[in-house]
C-alpha cells in the first residue's frame, strides 16, 4: 500500500473555522498541524480539539508585541519532517514562518504559501502608525520596511500559492507571481460550526420592528462607530441596530449609542444564539474598515440575510451588488446611512434580496470540499516540479 505524501501546516492559531478543513485534508495526507498559540486573549470563542482526528501540536511560543515566536518550531521540524510545508501567511508570526521555510530549503523541499493579503500594513501595530509621535511612525515604517522584504524573499521561494480570493490573485500576480502557480479558492466557513436557529418566530421584543445587525469584536477596526453614527443620522422609531460581540471600544461605543433607545448590545454570542440573531434580521451590516476576509458575510449568508459592507473586507467579492447586498466605502457615515435608509423604506427590493441571497451557491460559502480542491490543486503543482 502506498504510503501517504507527509505535509505539514503552519497557523496562528487554534481557529474554529480552520479545523474542518484539516481534518479533510488529514483523510487524504498525512497531515500535521502546528499552531502557533492557542489563541489571541480578544478571541471568545470556544473549540474543541477532541472532536478532530488529524495530529496537530500547540507549540510553545512567547509574545513580542504583536509578533509570536515558537523556540520549539525548529525542534518539531527535525523531529517530524514532511514532504511539502505549507503556512498561512501573516506578519505576527513572520519568524516561524521564515524558519519553515528555511528548513523546507535546506532539506530541498516544496513550500506552499496561503495568502489572503493585499497589502504590507502590519494592522496589529496600527497604534503605531497613527501616534502623534515621529518616534514611533519611524519605527511602524522600519517594520514595515523589513516585512515588506520579508514578503519578497516568501514569494521567491514558495514553490505554489493558495490565494484567499480573486483579489488578492491579483496582488500576487503585480508581485511577478507566475498565474499557474497560483490557486484562489475561497474562504468558505464549514456548514458543521453553523447550527440552525432554535427561534420559529422573532420574539416579542422584536415584533414589528425592523431589525439591523451587526456581529464582531468592538474594537476599533471594526468600525462599529460609524455604523452607530449612521444609524444615529436616520433617526428611525421603527428600527432596532442589534450589535453582538464585546471588546476593548465596547464603552465608548455604549457612550456613543446612549441617546438612541433603539440600539441594543447583546454582548457575546455564538453558536445557536448567534444563529437566532441572523435569523431574524432584515439584513446584516459589516462596516470594517480592515479585513483579510470577513466570516460574517457568510455566515449572514447562509441565514438568508442580505449584507451591506465596506470595500475593505475581501469577502465583498460575495457580494452581487444590489442583489444580495451593497458593498460601501469604508469610513463614509453618509454612504452607510443613504443605503441603510434605501433597504429600510423598500421592503419589495429587501424581500427580493432575500430570495436572491437563498440562491447563493453553498459551494461559495460552507461548501469545505470547495477549499480542499483547491488545497489538492496547490499540492498536485508543486510535485510536479523536478
Aim: charged share 30%; glycine share 4%; aromatic share 12%.
Amino acid at each position: 500500500m502506498k504510503s501517504k505524501l507527509k505535509i505539514m501546516i503552519l497557523h496562528n492559531m487554534v481557529t474554529p473555522y480552520r479545523l474542518p478543513l484539516f481534518e479533510e485534508l488529514s483523510k487524504k495526507y498525512d497531515l500535521t498541524v502546528y499552531f502557533c498559540k492557542t489563541k489571541d486573549k480578544d478571541r471568545l470563542w470556544k473549540t474543541d480539539l477532541n472532536k478532530y482526528s488529524f495530529k496537530y501540536k500547540i507549540l510553545d511560543h512567547k509574545d513580542f508585541g504583536p509578533f509570536v515566536i515558537n523556540p520549539t518550531l525548529k525542534k518539531e521540524l527535525k523531529k517530524n519532517p514532511c514532504d511539502i510545508y505549507i503556512c498561512f501567511e501573516n506578519p505576527e508570526n513572520s519568524f516561524s514562518i521564515l524558519k519553515a521555510l528555511k528548513f523546507a530549503k535546506m532539506n530541498k523541499k516544496k513550500f506552499i504559501l496561503v495568502n489572503g493579503r493585499r497589502d504590507d500594513e502590519i494592522v496589529s501595530l496600527r497604534n503605531l502608525n497613527e501616534s502623534k509621535l515621529f518616534i514611533k511612525n519611524i519605527i511602524y515604517k522600519l517594520i514595515r520596511y523589513l516585512y515588506f522584504n520579508h514578503r519578497a524573499y516568501l514569494y521567491k521561494n514558495s514553490h505554489s500559492f493558495i490565494s484567499y480570493c480573486k483579489k488578492t490573485t491579483v496582488f500576487l500576480t503585480k508581485n511577478t507571481i507566475q498565474k499557474n502557480k497560483i490557486f484562489t479558492g475561497i474562504q468558505n466557513y464549514p456548514k458543521s460550526l453553523l447550527p440552525k436557529p432554535a427561534w420559529k418566530s422573532r420574539p416579542s421584543e422584536y415584533k414589528n420592528k425592523k431589525i439591523i445587525f451587526h456581529l464582531g469584536y468592538l474594537n476599533e477596526r471594526k468600525g462599529v462607530d460609524y455604523l452607530i453614527k449612521a444609524f444615529n443620522e436616520l433617526n428611525r422609531k421603527d428600527t432596532l441596530l442589534l450589535i453582538a460581540g464585546t471588546g476593548d471600544q465596547e464603552d465608548k461605543l455604549k457612550e456613543l449609542a446612549r441617546d438612541n433607545l433603539n440600539i441594543k448590545f447583546l454582548g457575546y454570542r455564538e453558536g445557536i444564539e448567534k444563529a437566532n440573531y441572523y435569523s431574524i434580521a432584515d439584513f446584516f451590516v459589516f462596516p470594517t474598515l480592515y479585513d483579510v476576509w470577513g466570516h460574517v458575510v457568510t455566515e449572514s449568508f447562509y441565514y438568508g440575510t442580505p449584507v451591506i459592507c465596506t470595500d475593505k473586507a475581501e469577502a465583498k467579492e460575495l457580494i452581487e451588488e444590489g442583489k444580495t447586498g451593497f458593498v460601501i466605502p469604508s469610513e463614509n457615515v453618509n454612504a452607510l446611512a443613504k443605503v441603510m435608509k434605501r433597504l429600510l423604506d423598500n421592503p419589495k427590493v429587501l424581500k427580493q434580496m432575500k430570495e436572491n441571497v437563498k440562491k447563493v451557491p453553498k459551494s461559495k460559502i460552507v461548501d469545505i470540499n470547495a477549499s480542499v480542491k483547491t488545497f489538492e490543486k496547490a499540492i498536485k503543482c508543486v510535485l510536479k516540479e523536478k
